[in-house]
């Protein structure tokens, strides 16, 4: 079992920034990639970054240039930093570990980032 913790969330003004945090735990054998989706109210979760063992990383447009996905492999962690944040950034952000050994796909519990305009 594998359990991820997110934390980093928060209100902030439109062109602030926020760092996230994901801290996984527990059965974590062979490679993985992990990364951040997001959800607004009433929208399905999106895609937002993701960063393999390997250190490889992948960004959707919408964040380009503007958040940074990190990982810590011997912390199991990984960080989003988000930088000139918009309202349109607004929703829970939500950690995801894939382990390609067992085809498990694991979600954190989901932190919220809130930006004023």
């Known amino acids: 079992q594998v359990q991820l913790v997110e934390s980093g969330g928060g209100l902030v003004q439109a062109g602030g920034s926020l760092n996230l945090s994901c801290a996984a735990s527990?059965?974590?054998?062979?490679?993985?990639?992990m990364g951040w989706y997001r959800q607004a109210p009433g929208k399905q979760r999106d895609f937002v970054a993701r960063?393999?063992?390997?250190?490889?990383?992948l960004y959707a447009d919408s964040v380009k240039g503007r958040f940074t996905i990190s990982r810590d492999n011997g912390k199991n962690a990984i960080y989003l930093q988000m930088n000139g944040l918009k309202s349109e950034d607004t929703a829970v952000y939500y950690c995801?570990?894939?382990?390609?050994?067992?085809?498990?796909?694991?979600w954190g519990q989901g932190t919220q980032v809130s930006v004023s305009s």
């Open positions: 960063v393999l063992s390997g250190g490889s990383t």
């Open positions: 527990g059965n974590i054998v062979g490679i993985n990639h």
């Open positions: 995801n570990l894939y382990l390609f050994t067992t085809n498990g796909d694991y």
